[in-house]
């Protein structure tokens, strides 16, 4: 049998039980695909990033979901980073990370914030029906429409394309009630993984958009504090001008309808987008991996710490 150590860590957030909870497991050469999807399944977050050794950067990055293996994962990077940073095994600096198709450039700052490269920034216009998307999140058409003159839905891309949906006020925001199927087959229609609806109206005096994202296709409904779709929004409004020159990074937050409040911060200059954001550990333990290829795919969680 093999051990290994084994973290979940919440994202975004500098509170625990905040933000976008990840999987991290630090020390993975060496573990067979099959045990990769085991642990990532056993330990039960939308995203789990394995670390290994890379001859090409200064470490290369795998995710799984409790589904499988996908090739991104912007808030379990930020995990994994925050992770060696703290144990001491990456000082403050810029770094290369290799993930499935691409590397990506990353930066740790003197006080553990995490800057994850996204990449070039696309946009698709789109011609939707108001009455049609105002139906699959149960909001009035109204809410879409007001602000629908100035800030158009699109499908917007900074590494993975969302259906972006501007709603005018946050009452209308907390007031969604989704109905999955349809938003799931809206973005399959559109070639976009979630719908992320958002209002520049926040909770927060700092924040500067609050979103909610919608991903069906994942199997997770509604997750909080999304990164990549974080990302793609601030680009977009970016690009759209309606941002104060003032505003340096912007400030998305998201996750409190699922009482998991965190903000991601957005460097883009609406051409491409950067994420970052602070990481806290909420479970740092060991957990038994059986042989890759053994029968019992039972694994045994040890020696956990809150």
Same mark, same amino acid.
């Given at each position: 049998?093999?051990?290994?150590?084994?973290?979940?860590?919440?994202?975004?957030?500098?509170?625990?039980?905040?933000?976008?909870?990840?999987?991290?497991?630090?020390?993975?050469?060496?573990?067979?695909?099959?045990?990769?999807?085991?642990?990532?399944?056993?330990?039960?977050?939308?995203?789990?990033?394995?670390?290994?050794?890379?001859?090409?950067?200064?470490?290369?990055?795998?995710?799984?979901?409790?589904?499988?293996?996908?090739?991104?994962?912007?808030?379990?990077?930020?995990?994994?980073?925050?992770?060696?940073?703290?144990?001491?095994?990456?000082?403050?600096?810029?770094?290369?990370?290799?993930?499935?198709?691409?590397?990506?450039?990353?930066?740790?700052?003197?006080?553990?914030?995490?800057?994850?490269?996204?990449?070039?920034?696309?946009?698709?216009?789109?011609?939707? #029906?108001? %009455?049609?998307?105002?139906?699959?999140? !149960?909001?009035? +058409?109204? $809410?879409?429409? &007001?602000?629908?003159?100035?800030? /158009?839905?699109?499908?917007?891309?900074?590494?993975?394309?969302?259906?972006?949906?501007?709603?005018?006020?946050?009452?209308?925001?907390?007031?969604?009630?989704?109905?999955?199927?349809?938003?799931?087959?809206?973005?399959?229609?559109?070639?976009?993984?979630?719908?992320?609806?958002?209002?520049?109206?926040?909770?927060?005096?700092?924040?500067?958009?609050?979103?909610?994202?919608?991903?069906?296709?994942?199997?997770?409904?509604?997750?909080?504090?999304?990164?990549?779709?974080?990302?793609?929004?601030?680009?977009?409004?970016?690009?759209?001008?309606?941002?104060?020159?003032?505003?340096?990074?912007?400030?998305?937050?998201?996750?409190?309808?699922?009482?998991?409040?965190?903000?991601?911060?957005? #460097?883009? %200059?609406?051409?491409?987008?950067?994420? !970052?954001?602070? +990481?806290? $550990?909420?479970? &740092?333990?060991?957990?038994?991996? /059986?042989?890759?290829?053994?029968?019992?795919?039972?694994?045994?969680?040890?020696?956990?710490?809150?």
């Amino acid at each position: 049998m093999d051990t290994r150590d084994v973290l979940l860590v919440d994202s975004f957030t500098a509170e625990p039980m905040a933000g976008n909870p990840a999987g991290v497991v630090p020390d993975a050469d060496g573990l067979a695909d099959d045990q990769l999807a085991a642990i990532a399944a056993e330990l039960g977050a939308s995203a789990t990033a394995f670390v290994f050794d890379s001859t090409r950067a200064d470490r290369r990055l795998r995710f799984f979901t409790p589904g499988g293996e996908t090739d991104r994962s912007d808030h379990a990077a930020v995990a994994a980073f925050t992770t060696l940073f703290e144990r001491g095994r990456l000082d403050a600096g810029e770094y290369e990370m290799e993930t499935i198709g691409q590397t990506r450039e990353v930066e740790i700052t003197d006080d553990g914030t995490v800057w994850v490269e996204q990449g070039a920034a696309r946009f698709e216009a789109l011609s939707l #029906d108001y %009455d049609e998307v105002a139906d699959t999140l !149960g909001v009035d +058409a109204a $809410t879409l429409q &007001d602000i629908g003159a100035d800030m /158009p839905m699109v499908v917007a891309d900074t590494g993975e394309p969302w259906l972006l949906v501007p709603i005018n006020y946050f009452e209308h925001v907390s007031r969604i009630d989704p109905e999955f199927q349809a938003i799931g087959a809206l973005c399959d229609r559109v070639e976009a993984a979630g719908l992320y609806a958002f209002t520049f109206d926040t909770v927060g005096g700092q924040s500067t958009l609050h979103g909610r994202g919608f991903v069906p296709s994942r199997g997770v409904g509604e997750e909080p504090v999304i990164g990549a779709a974080a990302g793609a929004c601030a680009a977009f409004v970016r690009r759209e001008g309606a941002l104060d020159d003032t505003i340096e990074h912007v400030v998305v937050e998201g996750g409190h309808f699922l009482d998991r409040p965190g903000t991601v911060r957005v #460097d883009t %200059d609406g051409l491409e987008a950067w994420v !970052g954001g602070r +990481a806290v $550990t909420t479970m &740092d333990g060991s957990m038994t991996v /059986p042989e890759a290829d053994a029968d019992d795919d039972i694994i045994e969680i040890l020696e956990q710490n809150g």
